[in-house]
C-alpha cells in the first residue's frame, strides 16, 4: 500500500483545526474539514498499519456516513468483504437476521475487513487534500491558557521525512503558528508547539488526554476480546456476521478477507495469561463451537499467537474547557459485540463538521458561550443515533452472557418470530433507523416474551416468581444504560415506580 505522506517541518505554518490522532475519527473529521477549506494539523503516534482485533465491521449506517463524508471508496482495495446481517446461533441452531432493504428491494450491506488497511486508506485520504498536513508525532500534553486550550505539545516521530512538498508553507501571521524548541542538544526528542484556535481529540480508546479534560469520566471494563483467524472454513451464513452463543459469553465471528475469518471470543472475567488461556480456549470455548469450525479454531489456537483487546464502556460526557472537543473512543465507547464503534464516530464526525464549517458567523472556539452552544448542538442532533447504539451494544451483550439465560433464551425465541420481531432490532443494529423508543419497546417486548414462556401454561407461584425476575433482570440492564445516556427518563421513573430496579 501506498506510503502516507506526513509532514516533519510545520514551523511557519498557520492552522484552523489541530486533529490529535489519525483512526478512523480524526482522519475522516481532518479529511472533511479540508475539504471544506479548513487548514488541518493531524497529528498521529504511529502512521504505519495498525494490527488490531476490532473496528473490522462496519454497519450499515456507517457505510452511509462514510458515503457522506465522501470517503466510501476507503473500503475499496482491502480484500473487504460484504455484511448482509447477522446469524445467531445456540446449541447448532441458527437465526438469520438480514439488514432492511433500500427502495428498490435490494438489501443493504455493511462491510468486514482488515482494520489496519482500512486505516491507511483513510489516512491516504486524508494526507492527499490540500489543506490537511500529516504529521508523525507523540501528543503529551495541551497548551491551556486562562482556562481556554490553546494548542498541544509533541514528540516529533525520528522518522525519515517524507512529507509532501507540494504543500506551501503559510505566512506567520498570528499566534496560531507552530513554534519549535529543541530541549535536548543532541536532538533526540524533538518537542513542538503548536497552537490553534481548536483541538480535537481523538486519540483512541487508550487517550492519552482524557484524564487531563474530563477526569471524572473514566473508562469502564467490561470484558476482553481474545482473537484469532481462522482459514480454510466457511461460515454457515455467508456475507454475514455470526454470534454464537456460547458459556460464559458469546463469541463473534466475521469474514474479513478471501480466506480469513475473523474471531472473537469474549472473557467476562479477568483474562488469564495466555498459556492458562489457551488451556481454557481449547477445553471450554472450543466444544461449544460448531464441529465446522471446531478443527480450524484448535489448529488457530495451537499455532497463532493470541491477540487481546480490552472492551470498555464510556459514557460521552461534554468536555468543560474552550477550545477543544473530543470524539471517537476517546470520549464514548460501547461494547464492540455489535460493531457500532465506527458508525457512532463517523456520524459524529459528519455532525460536527458540518455544524462547524457551515455555521454563519464563524464560531469563536475561544468563547465559552460559543463552545457551549456548538456542543449543545452536537449532543442533541446526536443523541438519538449514539444513545440508541450504545443501550443497545450494552443491552445485548448483557442478554447474551450466560448470566441472563431466562432473557438469552427469551431474547432468541423472540427474533426467531421473523417479521417486525426480527427486522425491528436489526434495523436498531444496522444505525439506520436510532430511535431508543423503538429500542426501549423491543427490549422489554423481549422480557414479556420470556414472561409468557415461562408462565405458561399454568402460573404457579414459582413460575410468577421466576416472571417477577425476568422483568428485574432487564430493568437492571436497561435502566442504568439509559440513565447513563440521559434518555427515556419516563421509562427509568416507571421501572422505578414498579420496584423492577433500582
Same mark, same amino acid.
Given at each position: ?170 505566512? /506567520? ?29 481523538? /486519540? ?44 460464559p459469553a458469546p463469541i463473534l465471528m466475521y469474514r474479513i478477507g478471501s480466506d480469513e475469518i475473523r474471531v472473537l471470543v469474549d472473557i467476562p472475567f479477568k483474562c488469564p495469561p495466555n498459556s492458562e488461556l489457551k488451556e481454557y480456549l481449547e477445553t471450554v470455548t472450543a466444544p461449544q463451537l460448531p464441529e465446522s469450525l471446531r478443527e480450524s479454531f484448535l489448529y488457530a489456537l ?201
Open positions: 500500500m501506498e506510503d502516507i505522506q506526513f509532514e516533519n517541518e510545520v514551523d511557519n505554518k498557520v492552522f484552523d483545526i489541530i486533529v490529535v490522532g489519525a483512526g478512523v475519527a480524526g482522519s475522516a473529521f481532518a479529511y472533511s474539514l479540508g475539504k471544506a477549506g479548513k487548514r488541518v494539523l493531524c497529528i498521529e503516534r504511529d502512521l504505519s498499519e495498525p494490527d488490531r482485533i476490532v473496528g473490522e465491521l462496519m454497519q450499515p449506517g456507517g457505510v452511509r456516513a462514510l458515503r457522506e463524508l465522501g470517503m466510501e471508496d476507503c473500503l475499496d482495495g482491502i480484500d473487504s468483504s460484504l455484511v448482509f446481517g447477522y446469524g445467531i446461533f445456540k446449541h447448532g441452531k441458527g437465526t438469520k437476521l438480514s439488514y432492511p432493504k433500500d427502495s428498490n428491494g435490494a438489501i443493504i450491506n455493511g462491510f468486514s475487513f482488515h482494520h489496519g488497511r482500512f486505516i491507511q486508506k483513510l489516512r491516504l485520504r486524508a494526507s492527499s487534500c490540500e489543506n490537511v498536513f500529516m504529521v508523525e508525532g507523540t501528543v503529551n500534553s495541551l497548551i491551556e491558557e486562562d482556562g481556554i486550550i490553546k494548542g498541544v505539545t509533541y514528540i516529533e516521530s525520528k522518522k525519515k521525512d517524507n512529507s509532501n512538498e507540494n504543500k506551501e508553507n503559510s505566512d /506567520d501571521s498570528n499566534n496560531n503558528t507552530a513554534t519549535t524548541n529543541n530541549n535536548n542538544n543532541n536532538n533526540k526528542d524533538l518537542i513542538k508547539e503548536v497552537r490553534a484556535p481548536l483541538t480535537v481529540v481523538c /486519540d483512541g480508546c487508550f487517550s492519552n488526554l482524557r484524564k487531563s479534560l474530563v477526569p471524572e469520566n473514566q473508562p469502564l471494563l467490561t470484558s476482553t476480546f481474545v482473537g484469532l483467524v481462522i482459514k480454510g472454513v466457511q461460515l454457515p451464513f455467508q456475507c454475514h456476521g455470526h454470534v454464537f452463543l456460547v458459556d495451537r499455532n497463532s499467537p493470541l491477540k487481546k483487546m480490552p472492551n470498555s464502556r464510556l459514557p460521552p460526557n461534554p468536555t468543560p474547557k474552550p477550545g477543544v472537543l473530543m470524539i471517537g473512543d476517546s470520549w464514548n465507547m460501547r461494547h464492540p459485540l455489535t460493531g457500532s464503534g465506527m458508525t457512532v464516530c463517523l456520524s459524529d464526525c459528519v455532525i460536527l463538521s458540518k455544524l462547524i464549517t457551515q455555521s454563519n458567523p464563524s464560531i469563536n472556539f475561544t468563547d465559552r458561550v460559543s463552545m457551549e452552544r456548538l456542543i449543545q448542538k452536537f449532543t442533541i442532533q446526536r443523541k438519538p443515533l449514539a444513545s440508541t447504539l450504545n443501550v443497545l451494544a450494552g443491552a445485548l451483550y448483557k442478554v447474551f452472557s450466560a448470566s441472563n439465560e431466562h432473557l438469552r433464551k427469551a431474547c432468541l425465541g423472540y427474533l426467531s418470530l421473523g417479521g417486525e420481531f426480527s427486522a425491528g432490532p436489526v434495523a436498531l443494529l444496522s444505525g439506520l433507523k436510532p430511535k431508543p423508543h423503538i429500542l426501549a419497546m423491543h427490549f422489554f417486548a423481549v422480557a414479556f416474551y420470556g414472561v409468557l414462556k415461562n408462565i405458561l401454561p399454568f402460573p404457579t407461584p414459582a413460575r410468577i416468581r421466576r416472571c417477577y425476575q425476568i422483568l428485574c433482570a432487564a430493568s437492571d440492564i436497561v435502566v442504568p444504560l439509559l440513565r447513563s445516556e440521559g434518555v427515556l427518563k419516563y421509562i427509568q421513573n416507571i421501572c422505578i415506580i414498579l420496584r423492577l430496579t433500582k
